[in-house]
Structure formats: structure tokens, C-alpha cells
């Protein structure tokens, strides 16, 4: 069997978080107590385990490609035989045409796009109104009780609380433009001290379990040591537990201390996570090979939001912001 962290090392995206889970997939695996079923991989979805991100890569169901893989002077292409659409970061009005890679949820027709967790034929936990499409154009639904969803791309407009869509397609393969982390990242150099190495070699379904005990901080993927590092403000064996239900390989442990780089990054994920500011999902520290920062989910990448989460965060913190709804160039 192909070690997950070895696919990972040789994905290098422009930004591994930027990977986007299906929360009906995970629900669907929850159901069958074997997570390891992925289907596709294309929906956003906050608070991504890395475990989860291992899984996506190892099995190739990649939906999101950096942009430099794409050709430069066109919009759109075809890559390895896959229909390729262009999407950007880029701070744009909401007047803005955009697309977003999506699962669109409704009864008789589709009035929600699901942004957060998603149990068939219940309620999402966060998501945005959707008018403009019907079910008769989405014919690759599929349908729980009264309920249906599917996984979808689409084109329209964002006006801060609803998507009108003038398109609605399969998904197939979204370019994006590098996200940009302002200021420069932090060292990503001994942020915590090994305090307990894991093995986790337990027999349950990688990704099974997502990450979450009381205390748990951070946790990202040491690239050069093929380490999954987690960082706890709580008691060790609850983290050894947590860890070895979450992951396969090898695990570093230990107690986040309350000053350094690491520190400081957490606390702005807290600030902003209690700030509940209009427009963000969710924020999370982000560890890559060049350099740790915090990674920023909005709904739209629109003027004066960078500038808010900055006064809430701190504007010393470097951070790199990822739309739910990207810019059509």
C-alpha cells in the first residue's frame, strides 16, 4: 500500500489546505464506518483534518489544480483530457462574476449552497442562499428523503448573502491563482518541542476519526520528516489517543507554549473565530515548507475584508485568504 504522506510529499499545491473535502462523502463514510471510500473530492469545507488531505491525495481525487499547470493566455483548457476552469483570489467587487466549487442542497428545488458539514436529508451546518438554477439542470443529483444535493460548479454573482447563478455545470478540475501570505510567513523551524512520538499504525480506516480532543491547538504535516506534527494546550495521552484514531504514520506531540511563533498564530485563529466577522468561515494555523502563517476561509475575497481580518487578527500576523467563491478572470 502506497503511504499516503509519501503521495503528499509529491503534490507540493500552491496551498495544501486550499484542498476542498466533500462533507457528503464524509458523512457517507461516517455512515459505513470506513472513511477510506472517497469518491471525489471537490466541495469546501472548514477545519480540513490533514489526515483527511492525506487520504485525498493518495487516492488521486485531486479537483483543484496551482495555476501554473495551466496555460497562461487562456481562461480555460483541457488537461490530461479534463475540461479545466479558471478561477482567481484576487480582491474583486461583488458585482464580480465568479464560480465555486460547490454542493448545492435543496428540497424542490436547489435554494442552498452547503458550506460547512452535511448529512443527507438534514440540515447544513453553514450555508448560503442560491437562487437562478433548478433541479431540472442538475441531473446528476442524487436524493434523500425530500432532500437533494450534488457536487456542482458554479457561475454568477455573490452579494454577501446569496449566490445568483447563471450556470451550473459537473465539476471537473478548478486552476487557482497562488495564495498570497502577507506579511511574510514564520519560520516553520521548531515551532513545538517532540514531547511524545507516535507511531499510529492503528488498524482504523485512516481518516476514520477526525482530529479533535480538548486541547488540541494546531496540526499540519512536517514535510521534510514525513511527520503529522500536533500541538495540545491539554494532557498528552488524550492527545496519543485522538492521534492514533485520526492518523496513520508517524505522529510529534507536544505541549504549545504560550510564547513563540506558534503561540501567536493560534491566538489570532482565536481572535478571529470569536470576532464571527461577515463574510469568514473559519481560520486555521497553516504549516508549509515555506513557512507558517494562518489560512483564512471567506465567502468572497471582497474589498475591505482583508483589511478587517487584519485589525481583528493582527496586522504582524501573516495570513493567506482562500474564497469559497473565486473571481472568473
Known sequence: MTDPLDELMELKPTHASALLIDPVDRAERAQRSARGARRRANVLLTAMSVAALALVVALGALFLRPTEAMPATTPSAVVSGIPVIKGSIAVAPYSAQRVGV?????????????????????????????????????????????????????????????FSASKVTEPTTLEFDPVTVSPAALSATSL???????????????????????????????????????????????????????????????????????????????????????????????????????????????????????????????MGIVPAFYVVP
Open 102 to 162: 460547490a454542493l448545492i442542497v435543496g428540497g424542490s428545488q436547489p435554494d442552498q449552497v452547503c458550506l460547512g458539514a452535511y448529512t443527507p436529508g438534514e440540515t447544513c451546518s453553514k450555508a448560503v442562499k442560491l437562487t437562478g438554477i433548478n433541479w431540472s439542470m442538475v441531473p446528476w443529483r442524487e436524493t434523500t428523503g425530500s432532500t437533494s444535493y450534488a457536487r456542482v460548479f458554479l457561475f454568477g454573482t455573490f452579494d454577501g448573502t446569496t
Open 192 to 318: 513545538i518541542t517532540c514531547e511524545v512520538k507516535v507511531n499510529a499504525d492503528s488498524t482504523v480506516a485512516i481518516g476514520n476519526e477526525p482530529l479533535d480532543f480538548p486541547g488540541l491547538e494546531a496540526y499540519w504535516v512536517d514535510v521534510d520528516a514525513k511527520t503529522f506534527m500536533v500541538a495540545t494546550s491539554g494532557d498528552l495521552g488524550v492527545a496519543v489517543t485522538a492521534t492514533k484514531k485520526a492518523f496513520i504514520g508517524p505522529v510529534c506531540i507536544g505541549t504549545l507554549s504560550p510564547n513563540g511563533p506558534l503561540a501567536e498564530l493560534v491566538t489570532a485563529v482565536k481572535k478571529l473565530k470569536a470576532a464571527k466577522l461577515d463574510g469568514v468561515i473559519d481560520a486555521e494555523v497553516s504549516v508549509l515548507p515555506s513557512g507558517a502563517s494562518i489560512q483564512v476561509s471567506v465567502l468572497a475575497n471582497v474589498p475591505g475584508l482583508g483589511e478587517r481580518i487584519a485589525e481583528v487578527a493582527g496586522t504582524s500576523i501573516p
